[in-house]
T-cell receptor, first 111, second 112 residues
Framework: EDQVTQSPEALRLQEGESSSLNCSYT??????LFWYRQDPGKGPEFLFT???AGEEKEKERLKATLTKKESFLHITAPKPEDSATYLC????????????FGTGTLLAVQP | KAGVTQTPRYLIKTRGQQVTLSCSPI?????VSWYQQTPGQGLQFLFE???????NKGNFPGRFSGRQFSNSRSEMNVSTLELGDSALYLC???????????FGPGTRLLVL
């Protein structure tokens, strides 16, 4: 069964304290792995799409990496405005565009 | 380009009623998917439409249905509402040949 597990469930950082969020997955025929950011009461905001092991993408203080079994979202020198829930999702092979989501990591960055 | 829009943003209904939610995808996007988000279950796939045809359906009861119009706008309907249907309903659109789905702000449904 296709599955996505994110860890930790919650993370509290001091401003400037770098860390990583983990997303491990089991899926038949990965078509893509996606990272989203979600603020309270809002829809998920797209961050990155990764397609194959070894791929990396960066945006400001965020960097996403992908291996055959997991993905990491590295946050470098975070700021309070980076506080949000970070969601990981995978799209399996086949005709479906269904995304399978993890339960997310709630990140709080304190000034 | 304008993003995905959803209406209404908030709804309060009572058990047994039915509700219709609307989603307008990003201009040019023909694929629309719906998801339900609850604190206990997270984001779960409801169904996907492409060119007015339902292509996939998640594990939800038949009370949940949807449709897509020729302009790619989509609606989802929930009949005989139950308390457990209280959730944030999210719509996402995807461009042809691309994998990334872009989400709307969601409709918050509260069933009393």
């Amino acid at each position: 069964e296709d599955q996505v597990t994110q860890s930790p469930e919650a993370l509290r950082l001091q401003e400037g304290e770098s860390s990583s969020l983990n997303c491990s997955y089991t899926v038949s025929g990965l078509r893509g792995l996606f990272w989203y950011r979600q603020d309270p009461g809002k829809g998920p905001e797209f961050l990155f799409t990764l397609y194959s092991a070894g791929e990396e993408k960066e945006k400001e203080r965020l960097k996403a990496t992908l291996t055959k079994k997991e993905s990491f979202l590295h946050i470098t020198a975070p700021k309070p405005e980076d506080s949000a829930t970070y969601l990981c999702a995978v799209q399996a092979g086949g005709a479906t565009n269904k995304l399978i989501f993890g339960t997310g990591t709630l990140l709080a960055v304190q000034p | 380009k304008a993003g995905v829009t959803q209406t209404p943003r908030y709804l309060i209904k009572t058990r047994g009623q039915q509700v219709t939610l609307s989603c307008s995808p990003i201009s040019g996007h023909r694929s629309v998917s719906w998801y339900q988000q609850t604190p206990g279950q997270g984001l779960q796939f409801l169904f996907e439409y492409f060119s007015e045809t339902q292509r996939n359906k998640g594990n939800f009861p038949g009370r949940f249905s949807g449709r897509q119009f020729s302009n790619s706008r989509s609606e989802m309907n929930v009949s005989t509402l139950e308390l457990g249907d209280s959730a944030l309903y999210l719509c996402a659109s995807r461009g042809q040949g691309l994998e990334t789905q872009y989400f709307g702000p969601g409709t918050r449904l509260l069933v009393l």
